[in-house]
C-alpha cells in the first residue's frame, strides 16, 4: 500500500529528526572527550585527584598528571587514589619519583587505597606525606615476581619444534620452548634480589625502618589495611574521604576543598569500541603486556 503524500512528509521528518538526535549525541560524546575538568581550576582550595586503577604497566598518564598538578600553583594538594595490586617495576619507580619529587617539593600528597594496594602499589605509595587505608585493604606484598611458562611438553605431544638460534649465552634464558637451566635459574635470581634490594631500601628510608624489621615485613605477604598500620607500613585507617580531609589539612586549607579531577581522555571512536567490546582494553593490559619482572601480587588460585 503506498503512502499518501501527508504520509510520506511525516516519515521524513521524523528521520531528520532521528539524525539530528544521533548527530547531538555524537557532539555531546566529542565534547566530553576531549574535555579537560583540571583546565579550568580557578583560585581556592582545590585538592587534586590522580587515580591509579588495575596493573601498574605505563606510567606515563599518571607521571604527566602529577606534574601538572604539581605545577599549578592553584592545586594545594594531590590524592593519589591507589587500587592496584601492582605491576611493572620501572613503571612503579617511575610514578614513586614523581610523588617523592612532588613532596619533596613542598606540595602534600596523600595516597587514599582502595581495596588493593599491594606490592607495586604499596610501591608508589611509600614516598607520600601520608598513606591512608581502610582496615580491610589488602596491601604490602614487598617483593618481586617473574614467571616463566613452559610449553616443551605440550609441544612435543602435537608435534612441534622450535629452532633458537642465538648470539650469547643468556640470551634466550627464561625462553618458553625449553627447560630452565641452572646458570639460568641462579640469573634471574641474582636479578630478582637486585630489584628486590631496591623495594627493600624504599621501604626501610620511608617508613624509617632498621634492616631488620624491614626484612621481616618483606616476605611477600600481604597484610590487611588494619594490620600494615599497626606493623607501621601504612600512616593511618579512614576512607577516602578521611584522605581528602587528611589532605586539605596538610595544605592549610580550612574549609572542604574543591576535588579536581580529569576525565578520561577517549575520542568518540574509543568510547564507541569500548561499548562494543567491553573490558577488551582490561584484558589485553592483564595478559599480553606484562613485563617480565613485577612488584605484583600474585593472583589466588581460588577455585
Given at each position: 500500500m503506498a503512502l499518501s503524500r501527508s504520509g510520506k512528509w511525516a516519515l521524513g521528518i521524523l528521520g531528520v529528526l532521528f539524525i539530528l538526535f544521533i548527530f547531538f549525541w555524537v557532539?555531546?560524546?566529542?565534547?566530553?572527550?576531549?574535555?579537560?575538568?583540571?583546565?579550568?581550576?580557578?583560585?581556592?582550595?582545590?585538592?587534586?585527584?590522580?587515580?591509579?586503577?588495575?596493573?601498574?604497566?605505563?606510567?606515563?598518564?599518571?607521571?604527566?598528571?602529577?606534574?601538572?598538578?604539581?605545577?599549578?600553583?592553584?592545586?594545594?594538594?594531590?590524592?593519589?587514589?591507589?587500587?592496584?595490586?601492582?605491576?611493572?617495576?620501572?613503571?612503579?619507580?617511575?610514578?614513586?619519583?614523581?610523588?617523592?619529587?612532588?613532596v619533596e617539593n613542598g606540595k602534600p600528597v596523600v595516597v587514599s587505597m582502595g581495596a588493593v594496594a599491594a606490592s607495586g602499589g604499596y610501591y608508589v605509595s611509600l614516598p607520600a606525606s601520608s598513606i591512608v587505608a581502610n582496615p580491610g585493604t589488602i596491601t604490602g606484598s614487598i617483593g618481586v615476581i617473574s614467571q616463566f611458562f613452559h610449553l616443551d611438553e605440550l609441544f612435543d605431544k602435537v608435534g612441534v619444534d622450535v629452532t633458537i638460534i642465538k648470539s650469547g649465552r643468556y640470551k634466550d634464558a627464561g625462553s618458553m620452548y625449553r627447560d630452565m637451566e641452572e646458570f639460568e635459574r641462579a640469573y634471574w635470581q641474582e636479578l630478582m634480589d637486585d630489584v628486590y634490594l631496591q623495594f627493600i631500601s624504599a621501604v626501610a628510608e620511608a617508613r624509617n625502618f632498621d634492616i631488620d624489621k624491614t626484612l621481616e615485613l618483606a616476605e611477600g605477604k600481604i597484610y590487611t589495611g588494619r594490620q600494615a598500620y599497626e606493623l607501621g607500613l601504612i600512616d593511618t585507617l579512614g576512607t577516602y574521604e578521611d584522605a581528602v580531609r587528611i589532605a586539605a589539612a596538610l595544605s592549610g586549607i580550612d574549609d572542604d576543598p574543591d576535588i579536581i579531577k580529569e576525565r578520561p581522555r577517549r575520542t568518540f571512536w574509543d568510547s564507541f569500541f569500548l561499548s562494543v567490546l567491553g573490558n577488551y582494553s582490561d584484558i589485553k593490559e592483564k595478559y599480553l603486556h606484562l613485563p617480565a619482572v613485577q612488584y605484583r601480587m600474585p593472583e589466588p588460585n581460588i577455585k
Open positions: 557532539l555531546i560524546l566529542v565534547f566530553l572527550s576531549t574535555t579537560d575538568d583540571s583546565m579550568r581550576i580557578g583560585r581556592g582550595n582545590n585538592v587534586a585527584v590522580v587515580e591509579i586503577d588495575g596493573i601498574i604497566v605505563d606510567a606515563g598518564n599518571v607521571v604527566r598528571q602529577i606534574k601538572k598538578y604539581r605545577d599549578n600553583r592553584n592545586v594545594n594538594a594531590i590524592l593519589l587514589r591507589v587500587d592496584s595490586p601492582g605491576g611493572g617495576v620501572a613503571a612503579s619507580q617511575e610514578i614513586y619519583e614523581e610523588v617523592k619529587k612532588t
